[in-house]
């Protein structure tokens, strides 16, 4: 069993050649290479980056500031503009006449199509002039259409005041809804056909979907972005998105003093304010403040596109700018001296990895020579051409020799490495343990089958032999047809040689059983197979010519195991697994294992007879 043991891949440290001369090793003078280069180009570097710091800071810091507030500004924009968009295609279709208001099913159909476009829009109405409404809702779960008679709202009936009056549609102030506990924006736009007014068309944005939206598009940000509504109420926020409590009628939206978040809380705090360090180009706005402490930029932008009152989308983040040359100069110097640090480390890190394929075929060279081919890794391709052509070249040996190991068995071959040359495998007398196998009824079970068929039968079933075998640190020593010739005791001695093949036999028996189990499920005919083994004196050694040479052994012994597995035939006829063996292998395998005497039986080539027995299992 030691020849089948995994030995540590990682080889031993190689003995040291001319010890009294130094020498530095590859990585160390890759290292070192590598690192003054490197270690002088950032020195070189690092000078420029001094004088350049502020500069970059500063311009960072306001590009920063002039592309997110941008984008904030754009956010609002494309979320107010959703509910005049579709309030503009609405309008369009009535007042064209294409869509009839008297048809209230059309009207309700084209009002959802609308809301449906774009998920900013939380409700349509048309208000016609007595004050009956047609809407379609989704600020509550589910989407709704309703009719609702709203001549008594105050808010309705200044739209329509409104609307018979003006052409233009107006943004009303936030109002917030108890029905639905939302606050809303309502775009009113007044409809007329010819002249005539039809009624007012109202779109609905939810605050809270702002603020869930801008939450979403800058969530790097977190809490940071902000809208306000004046410059005492907050729009949007994104403690905002799934509501904020306190809100009523009268209160709509949360005052800036003493909302949630507690630096935007003291935006206008004018005990804490001061000017911006940077100039920002307008429409950009901004200034700092000390909060709690700590130093805080505000930059915003204002809107006045939308609703009387202007709305100011900005954001606050902690000062970045950097409080003196003094600290700057510091900064720089510790990034230096850190990237020269790395430098060195990035030195022998490339150094080592440069070595490494060596190292890497060094190892693989010295599992071969342990013939552990098992624990060989394929070396991967190199960037480096000579390298790459190395690993490629051993890669390809490395295969030859795992086909060469299929076909010799791997004991055999440690045995002749060991020995260092033929003579190491000189003929002897060797008390081995022989087993043969064969398939009953084979003619029966390969007839009809193609070649290939008949090639993947038999493999599957050496397979499972030859693995039962090898765990027991036996050697197969030749496949005869359908027939497994294998040994123990050779090249190597070895104790308990009939246990282990009595082992072995069981363990075939139920490997057999179970892949019979697949067979019938595949509605193949099962395997049957006979093995017979004696233990005894052989004659091991190497057979053969000078050119071609098998180790093996024969003899008296060998030959008792070929008839004992024929005569399973007459002693286990029914059996799947029919094991016989001989006297000397049920005494040398003791009481670990069930045997039936059969008798004694004459065998072919023998007068005299052999006392047989059955092997049933273990004793376990």
């Known amino acids: 069993m030691a020849d089948l043991q995994r030995r540590d891949p990682t080889p031993d440290t190689p003995a040291t050649e001319d010890s009294g001369r130094w020498r530095l090793s590859m990585s160390s003078i890759l290292s070192l290479s590598f690192g003054s280069l490197i270690a002088a180009a950032l020195l070189l570097v690092l000078g420029f980056t001094i004088v350049g710091a502020t500069r970059n800071t500063v311009n960072l810091l306001r590009e920063r500031a002039e592309l997110g507030i941008s984008l904030i500004a754009k956010e609002v924009d494309t979320h107010l503009q959703a509910a005049g968009n579709q309030a503009s295609f609405v309008a369009d279709m009535i007042e064209s006449g294409r869509i009839d208001v008297a048809d209230r099913d059309r009207l309700a159909t084209l009002m959802f199509g ?18 009956e409404a047609e809407v379609v809702d989704r600020l509550a779960d589910p989407a709704r259409h309703y009719r609702a008679q709203l001549g008594s709202d105050p808010l309705v009936r200044r739209g329509l005041r409104y609307g018979r009056s003006n052409v233009r549609p107006v943004w009303l102030p936030p109002a917030y809804r108890p029905d639905i506990e939302r606050t809303i924006l309502t775009l009113e736009r007044p409809i007329r056909r010819n002249g005539e007014f039809l009624g007012v068309l109202a779109s609905v944005v939810s605050v809270g979907s702002l603020s869930e939206r801008l939450k979403t598009a800058f969530g790097t940000l977190g809490s940071n972005v902000f809208v306000l509504y004046g410059k005492d109420r907050v729009l949007a926020h994104s403690l905002m998105a799934t509501g904020y409590p306190g809100l009523t009628v009268e209160t709509p939206l949360p005052p800036v003093a003493g909302f949630e978040d507690p630096v935007l809380a003291a935006m206008w705090d004018s005990a804490s304010i001061r000017p911006l360090r940077i100039d920002l180009d307008p429409p950009l706005q901004g200034h700092a403040a000390e909060i709690d402490g700590a130093d805080h930029v505000f930059v915003y932008r204002k809107i006045e596109s939308y609703t009387a009152v202007p709305i100011y989308a900005g954001a606050h983040f902690r000062s970045a700018v950097v409080a003196g040359e003094l600290e700057r100069l510091r900064d720089a110097i510790i990034v230096g001296i850190a990237a020269i640090a790395a430098s060195i480390l990035l030195a022998v890190f490339i150094g080592r990895r440069l070595s490494r394929p060596v190292m890497r075929l060094s190892a693989a ?13 394929e070396l991967p391709p190199s960037r480096v051409r000579e390298l790459d052509q190395q690993s490629s070249a051993f890669n390809a040996m490395n295969g030859a020799l795992r086909w060469f190991q299929a ?9 002749l490495l060991s020995a260092g040359n033929l003579a ?8 081995v343990t022989v087993m043969f196998t064969d398939i009953a009824g084979y003619s029966t079970i390969s007839e009809g089958k193609s070649a290939t068929e008949i090639a993947a039968l038999l493999n599957r079933h050496f397979s499972i032999l030859t693995e039962e075998i090898e765990a027991e640190g ?3 020593d030749k496949f005869i047809g359908d027939s497994v010739m294998a040994f123990w005791g050779a090249p190597e001695k070895q104790k308990d040689r009939a246990v ?8 075939i028996r139920s490997r057999i059983a179970a892949d019979n189990d697949q067979r019938a499920a595949a509605g193949e005919p099962p395997v049957r197979v006979r093995i017979g083994i004696q233990s005894g004196e052989a004659t091991a ?25 024929q005569l399973g035939k007459q002693v286990s006829p029914d059996d799947e697994v029919a094991i016989v063996v001989g ?14 005497p059969v008798g004694e039986m004459a065998v072919k080539g023998r007068t005299a007879p052999v006392e047989v027995y059955r092997l049933l299992s273990t004793e376990d």
Do not use: K, W
């Not at 010295?366 to 552990?372: A, H, P």
């Open 583 to 596: 006297a000397a292998t049920a005494a040398d395998a003791g009481a670990a294992f069930a045997f039936e």
């Open 365 to 377: 060279a010295r599992l071969i020579g342990q013939m552990n081919l098992d624990d060989i890794r």
């Open 500 to 507: 282990h093949a009595c082992r072995a036999a069981l363990a």
């Open 474 to 476: 036996g050697t197969v």
């Open 541 to 565: 050694g190497n057979i053969g010519s000078r050119s071609r040479l098998n180790y093996t052994v024969i003899g008296d012994t060998v030959n008792i195991a070929q008839r004992l597995e």
């Open 114 to 131: 609308a809301m449906a476009a774009d998920p900013a829009i939380g409700a349509i109405a048309f208000v016609f002039p007595d004050g």
């Open 407 to 415: 076909y010799v068995p791997r004991a055999l071959v440690r045995q």
């Open 424 to 431: 190491g495998l000189e003929s002897d007398r060797r008390n």
